[in-house]
């Protein structure tokens, strides 16, 4: 017995440590749930009209957040339609508004007069931001996130690399999901509409 | 340009990290000069694990290593595998001993006497040789499954306690194996168990990492969600970091044994 109970210990150990970290994450979501994971809703940038934006000008209602650059081929304009049909799906009925910040990682290229036209090509519900690079190094370090840009071509044309995620916060700016490129906007929808509902 | 000031500043610093460190490394040099003479090469090996421990969470590096998968697999060779490696070659405790303060060396025996002795069982709990060896590959998987790396990649807590375990774990594991010298509480194994434990952990480490290098799809889809630290293809970023779990990982085992023949080469020429 007592030589079980020795082995059986460390597994315990494990299968305590595998269960917390489900608990962690949440369950109750369709997508991933982040509540604990992740910080509030915090920064401090420069919106689409060239006035500084912050997170006190997004409280009252739930926030999804998406780090991204006018100039990407894929990644970007995917999301923003996902996340546009999403807030669509998830905002009929609803008293809340739900909305969507577009924080571009790319500021030698976006001006808010260029993300304005471009995040007015998806949604109302969609605004741009950004900031310098040492502000947003910060802002997505506070996320878990990063960044990084390619040597310019011969047209003076870089990729960067950047999250593909879309971190969702509550109408308090606390953290309760993430949207991952391969959750369905069905799933997305869904944990909108529960994350307005409280 | 990142100059060498950029490169050593910690992207997380994390003071239990920079206090356990610079503790060891205290403590190691008061030994020394209290008169242990652990020799060059023990010292050698000794500093370097530390230091090597040090460089991959407390400079930029670590920065690497959150948003690159082979940057972490690289990270946790040298937490698992390479860093304790070299701090447990050196068997440091007589040195360590040495220089610790008289009122810490005599705390076991003082009033906190239960508490050692309760952590003195769960010691050798731990160091019996199947658990020992099942915790050692089995923390590599725990923190390789998918979900589980999303959460400890996506919360700094859980980061850092991943970071942890794996250092504990390697000390510990290390410590089994290289164990010699004056007997002490960690169980002593016979070198020919001890090699037998090594060869042991091999095929599960080089099963997962194959594993990983060979698959088709891409597995940890937290480096995409959080970006990666510069532009990579997922999947070449995805083989590199298998190659690195598969095979320094189970070269390790190989060095380790080879080593530990050595030193039973050594006792039996002591021995003529």
């Known amino acids: 017995m007592k030589r079980l109970d020795r082995r059986l210990l460390p597994r315990l150990l494990v299968l305590a440590l595998g269960l917390l970290l489900v608990a962690c994450g949440g369950r109750d979501y369709q997508t991933k749930g982040i509540e604990g994971l992740l910080p509030?809703?915090?920064?401090?940038?420069?919106?689409?009209?060239?006035?500084?934006?912050?997170?006190?000008?997004?409280?009252?209602?739930?926030?999804?957040?998406?780090?991204?650059?006018?100039?990407?081929?894929?990644?970007?304009?995917?999301?923003?339609?996902?996340?546009?049909?999403?807030?669509?799906?998830?905002?009929?009925?609803?008293?809340?508004?739900?909305?969507?910040?577009?924080?571009?990682v790319d500021p030698?290229?976006?001006?808010p007069q260029k993300l304005a036209r471009y995040t007015d090509f998806f949604s109302d519900r969609v605004s741009?931001?950004?900031?310098?690079?040492?502000?947003?190094?910060?802002?997505?370090?506070?996320?878990?996130?990063?960044?990084?840009?390619?040597?310019?071509?011969e047209f003076g044309?870089?990729?960067?690399?950047?999250?593909?995620?879309?971190?969702?916060?509550?109408?308090?700016?606390?953290?309760?999901?993430l949207f991952r490129p391969s959750d369905s906007v069905a799933a997305m929808a869904a944990d909108l509409r529960r994350i307005a509902e409280g | 340009?990142?100059?060498?000031?950029?490169?050593?500043?910690?992207?997380?610093?994390?003071?239990?990290?920079?206090?356990?460190?610079?503790?060891?490394?205290?403590?190691?040099?008061?030994?020394?000069?209290?008169?242990?003479?652990?020799?060059?090469?023990?010292?050698?090996?000794?500093f370097a694990g530390v230091g090597l421990i040090?460089?991959?969470?407390?400079?930029?590096?670590?920065?690497?290593?959150?948003?690159?998968?082979?940057?972490?697999?690289?990270?946790?060779?040298?937490?698992?595998?390479?860093?304790?490696?070299?701090?447990?070659?050196?068997?440091?405790?007589?040195?360590?001993?040495?220089?610790?303060p008289a009122a810490v060396r005599r705390l076991p025996d003082g009033g906190l006497r239960p508490f050692f002795r309760a952590l003195r069982v769960v010691y050798r709990i731990l160091q019996q040789p199947f658990i020992a060896g099942f915790l050692f590959v089995g923390l590599i998987y725990f923190w390789l499954t998918p979900e589980i790396h999303f959460d400890a990649m996506l919360s700094i807590d859980l980061y850092w306690f991943m970071n942890w375990t794996m250092v504990v774990d390697?000390?510990?594991?290390?410590?089994?194996?290289?164990?010699?010298?004056?007997?002490?509480?960690?169980?002593?194994?016979?070198?020919?168990?001890?090699?037998?434990?090594?060869?042991?952990?091999?095929p599960p480490q080089i099963a997962l990492g194959a594993y990983i290098t060979?698959?088709?799809?891409?597995?940890?889809?937290?480096y995409d969600v959080c970006g990666r630290a510069f532009p990579i293809d997922p999947m070449l970023d995805q083989q590199i970091g298998g190659l690195i779990t598969w095979i320094p990982a189970a070269m390790m085992s190989v060095a380790a044994a080879i080593i530990v023949l050595a030193f039973r080469l050594e006792r039996d020429d002591e021995k003529a």
């Open chain 1, 40 to 104: 509030d809703l915090a920064f401090q940038l420069t919106g689409e009209d060239g006035e500084t934006l912050t997170e006190a000008d997004l409280a009252g209602a739930p926030t999804v957040m998406f780090f991204g650059f006018t100039h990407c081929p894929d990644v970007c304009p995917t999301a923003m339609a996902r996340i546009a049909a999403a807030t669509e799906a998830a905002g009929k009925g609803l008293d809340s508004d739900l909305q969507v910040l577009f924080v571009s």
């Open chain 1, 108 to 111: 030698g290229r976006d001006d």
């Open chain 1, 128 to 153: 741009g931001a950004t900031a310098d690079v040492e502000t947003l190094r910060e802002l997505t370090k506070r996320y878990r996130a990063t960044f990084g840009y390619d040597e310019p071509n």
């Open chain 1, 157 to 177: 044309d870089y990729n960067v690399s950047h999250s593909s995620a879309m971190y969702v916060f509550d109408a308090d700016g606390n953290a309760r999901a």
């Open chain 2, 1 to 46: 340009m990142t100059t060498l000031v950029e490169w050593l500043r910690p992207w997380e610093p994390s003071a239990p990290v920079f206090i356990a460190c610079a503790l060891a490394v205290v403590i190691y040099a008061a030994g020394m000069m209290r008169g242990a003479r652990p020799g060059f090469w023990p010292a050698l090996s000794y």
């Open chain 2, 54 to 100: 040090y460089a991959v969470t407390q400079t930029h590096y670590d920065y690497y290593s959150q948003f690159l998968f082979a940057a972490h697999r690289l990270q946790h060779l040298i937490l698992h595998h390479l860093g304790p490696f070299l701090i447990a070659l050196s068997m440091p405790t007589a040195v360590l001993a040495a220089g610790l």
């Open chain 2, 170 to 202: 390697g000390l510990l594991f290390w410590w089994l194996i290289f164990e010699r010298g004056d007997r002490g509480i960690t169980p002593r194994l016979s070198p020919g168990r001890r090699i037998l434990v090594l060869a042991l952990i091999m």
């Open chain 2, 214 to 222: 060979f698959s088709g799809q891409n597995l940890f889809e937290i």
